[in-house]
């Protein structure tokens, strides 16, 4: 099969590579029939994943229908059309017991597909503890509908949860590409008194301003006036970080009223610095990125209902046999993509 495969050294090449089987009786082979590329790939790609190991095939992002489990598997068999969740996790262990299946402890643990083990920008792909990675896709939903649940959806999901989002809270959503985006779909839900929605590019405000009628969009330049102007204590009771730049990072604290939730989702290239003495009296409460992606169930119940609908992402479609050119406008940010939605099959 073909297999779109990290090397090191920021190379990345679509190799033939043999169809994955079972190793363990809680695995599942899925056959991929979309799957999409993610800012974390290009991560991957110029080595600000130190976790990931040369040679795996990327790709975190995909729905498919399974080909054979494990003696193990009890939720999913053979014929059932699938998201496939970003984390692996053993549903069994400490941190898993309380929902941080992040931090799951097995060797598979977190976010390994695509990573540490063969991700699903393949025609195949082995899913370890299947019972907890693969959620069922309800009839009526598309592929195209489902692509997003197992990470950058579940993320917006888990965002917006930990973020604490009340009926009068201002939140304040930095960063419109495909994480912002879904995060904010996923704030929505919670009926905030106000949303704000902060990005650079003029392209990214257009696609929210046609999708979520209500939500204010800015840049950021002149962002803390905006936000005070537009929040009752000071600035904004929730600010939800998806832009991931030195500048998004400071924008973060800088626009939060004192006692304010800033959840940092964003993934950086470099260490980011807290300037404390400035910040002294504020009494943040920060909480930080890495999806605990359990809800996926959830997020697809909310997708079949209309609730949630992240097709607009999708500006572009390929075939895994142009995989190389699609990876290179995506992360060339060429003719306003936000999300390429990748044909495994092709
Ligand atoms: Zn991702
Ligand atoms: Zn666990």
Same mark, same amino acid.
């Given at each position: 099969?073909?297999?779109?495969?990290?090397?090191?050294?920021?190379?990345?090449?679509?190799?033939?590579?043999?169809?994955?089987?079972?190793?363990?009786?809680?695995?599942?082979?899925?056959?991929?029939?979309?799957?999409?590329?993610?800012?974390?790939?290009?991560?991957?790609?110029?080595?600000?994943?130190?976790?990931?190991?040369?040679?795996?095939?990327?790709?975190?992002?995909?729905?498919?229908?399974?080909?054979?489990?494990? *003696?193990?598997?009890?939720?999913?068999?053979?014929?059932?059309?699938?998201?496939?969740?970003?984390?692996?996790?053993?549903?069994?262990?400490?941190?898993?017991?309380?929902?941080?299946?992040?931090?799951?402890?097995?060797?598979?643990?977190?976010?390994?597909?695509?990573?540490?083990?063969?991700?699903?920008?393949?025609?195949?792909?082995?899913?370890?503890?299947? *019972?907890?990675?693969?959620?069922?896709?309800? *009839?009526?939903?598309?592929?195209?509908?489902?692509?997003?649940?197992?990470?950058?959806?579940?993320?917006?999901?888990?965002?917006?949860?930990?973020?604490?989002?009340?009926?009068?809270?201002?939140?304040?959503?930095?960063?419109?590409?495909?994480?912002?985006?879904?995060?904010?779909?996923?704030?929505?839900?919670?009926?905030?008194?106000?949303?704000?929605?902060?990005?650079?590019?003029?392209?990214?405000?257009?696609?929210?301003?046609?999708?979520?009628?209500?939500?204010?969009?800015?840049?950021?330049?002149?962002?803390?006036?905006?936000?005070?102007?537009?929040?009752?204590?000071?600035?904004?009771?929730?600010?939800?970080?998806?832009?991931?730049?030195?500048?998004?990072?400071?924008?973060?604290?800088?626009?939060?009223?004192?006692?304010?939730?800033?959840?940092?989702?964003?993934?950086?290239?470099?260490?980011?610095?807290?300037?404390?003495?400035?910040?002294?009296?504020?009494?943040?409460?920060?909480?930080?990125?890495?999806?605990?992606?359990?809800?996926?169930?959830?997020?697809?119940?909310?997708?079949?209902?209309?609730?949630?609908?992240?097709?607009?992402?999708?500006?572009?479609?390929?075939?895994?046999?142009?995989?190389?050119?699609?990876?290179?406008?995506?992360?060339?940010?060429? *003719?306003?993509?936000?999300?390429?939605?990748?044909?495994?099959?092709?």
């Amino acid at each position: 099969m073909r297999a779109y495969t990290y090397f090191g050294n920021g190379r990345l090449q679509l190799v033939d590579k043999p169809v994955p089987a079972l190793r363990d009786g809680k695995d599942a082979i899925v056959r991929v029939t979309l799957a999409s590329i993610c800012t974390s790939d290009l991560h991957i790609k110029h080595g600000s994943v130190p976790r990931a190991v040369p040679g795996t095939t990327i790709g975190h992002e995909m729905v498919g229908v399974v080909e054979a489990v494990g *003696d193990g598997v009890k939720n999913v068999q053979p014929g059932d059309r699938v998201a496939v969740n970003v984390e692996t996790f053993c549903g069994e262990c400490f941190f898993c017991e309380h929902g941080w299946v992040n931090n799951c402890l097995d060797p598979d643990g977190g976010w390994a597909l695509g990573c540490r083990i063969d991700g699903g920008l393949a025609e195949y792909v082995r899913v370890p503890h299947a *019972d907890t990675g693969l959620s069922r896709i309800p *009839d009526g939903v598309s592929d195209e509908q489902a692509l997003f649940t197992g990470d950058i959806l579940a993320t917006g999901y888990w965002a917006a949860k930990i973020s604490e989002i009340g009926p009068e809270d201002t939140v304040l959503i930095i960063g419109g590409g495909p994480t912002g985006i879904c995060t904010l779909a996923c704030v929505l839900l919670k009926n905030p008194g106000r949303v704000i929605l902060c990005d650079r590019h003029p392209e990214r405000l257009e696609l929210v301003n046609r999708h979520y009628p209500g939500v204010l969009t800015t840049g950021p330049d002149g962002l803390e006036d905006f936000v005070l102007a537009h929040s009752a204590h000071g600035g904004a009771d929730r600010v939800i970080e998806c832009g991931g730049s030195d500048e998004s990072f400071q924008l973060a604290w800088q626009c939060a009223r004192p006692n304010a939730v800033v959840t940092v989702v964003a993934l950086y290239d470099r260490a980011q610095t807290l300037p404390l003495p400035e910040m002294y009296g504020k009494n943040l409460i920060f909480k930080t990125g890495g999806v605990d992606g359990c809800d996926c169930g959830e997020i697809l119940r909310l997708i079949a209902a209309g609730k949630i609908d992240t097709t607009p992402l999708i500006t572009h479609r390929c075939a895994l046999s142009g995989i190389e050119d699609a990876f290179e406008l995506f992360e060339q940010r060429r *003719d306003g993509v936000i999300k390429v939605a990748v044909d495994t099959a092709r």
